[in-house]
């Protein structure tokens, strides 16, 4: 009498069965009809997609992840191909492809994903429908088809951040090129006017305060831009004296605001490396947030303080309170504006609300700590505390 089967001697009609790539294969219009069906629901933000769109280059990624399931495969590949570092050509995948139009076509990476979410499950219903599990290779069938499938992902992914990362840098080309510098034009056009006799100072001085607020907007958009696609804020130390770099930025913020009492406190050494530039823009943000959102009946204080490892300095004002669950929620970016904007206030002061998001991430860069207090009776306080050296 012949032995019965066991689990480690497959049934023989699993022998005739395809293996899981031959599947991929001979049930790509199948698999496919799913993919296009399921794409058509995924909301674009766009116009919606004809069928050869939606369908885009599915055919190709399925067929790919065949091909490498028929492949024999090492565990040193397999793990590679777990950490998303399989082996490619020169040329873009399909996956990397799919991304190129996706993102063209107004796909946001979520959604991106879930489709790939989607043929993983459609894959697997068709499969296990006409009989896969049966055969003790098909687990691992199943485990490679996944690990292709995380593949697929993290080329799409990975592609689709770059492309946006370019695009992001090709942003900030256009405002600083295309923009800032005619306005640079317009604040010496208006200079030159005043220089000459043509118009008066008290004429020039709005025609130069609305550049001026243009331009410092762009510089906060550009930053912000910067900031999101390398993650973090580009900064150039050099050695210098803070304290003076921030007085500068104390006399330029009162010329500004004449009707404003301004005041600088500092004791100690001041000496270390930064970007002058960025804490010159540090200062003048939160100097800006203080004369927007405090009382204009009082005055604000800079005051500066030292250790033998860092250097600390504060901006202070009295004013609308911030409740301590909104004081995570204002370094946000794009916040602070929309809660202004909500409570009905002037569109102009309520800015980009970008402000205290690149104040923290200038702090962050010079691996500092940006912190807030805010009481009715003392007042609210923005702390910046740096450490001299870059560790």
Known sequence: MPPSPTAASPLPHAALRPRLHDFLVSHAAEILEAWDAFAATVDNGGLPLDPAALRDHAAEILKAIAADLAQPQTAAQQDAK???????????????????FRLLAGFAVDAMITEYRALRAS????????GGGADPRDLTDLTRFNEAIDQAIAESVGRYTRQTGTSAELFIGILGHDIRNPLGTILMSAESLVRSGKLTATAAAPINNAAT???????????????????????ERVRGDLSQQLAKVVDETQVRHPTRILRLESLGDFGGSWDEGRMGQLLSNLLGNALVHGSPWTEVTVRLWSTPAAVSFSVHNFGEVIPPAQRERIFQPLQRGIEEAG????R???????????CREIVLAHGGELTIESTAEAGTTFTVSLPRQHA
């Open 213 to 235: 607020r243009i331009k410092a907007i762009i510089e906060q958009v550009v930053d912000f831009t910067r900031a999101q696609a390398s993650g973090v804020m580009p900064i």
């Open 123 to 130: 894959v697997l219903k068709i499969w296990s429908r006409q």
């Open 82 to 100: 777990g950490k998303g570092l399989g082996p490619r050509g020169t040329l873009p995948t399909p996956a990397e492809t799919h991304a190129d």
């Open 348 to 358: 102009e002061p309520a800015g980009l609300g970008l402000g205290l998001y690149i």
């Open 343 to 346: 409570r009905g206030a002037p």
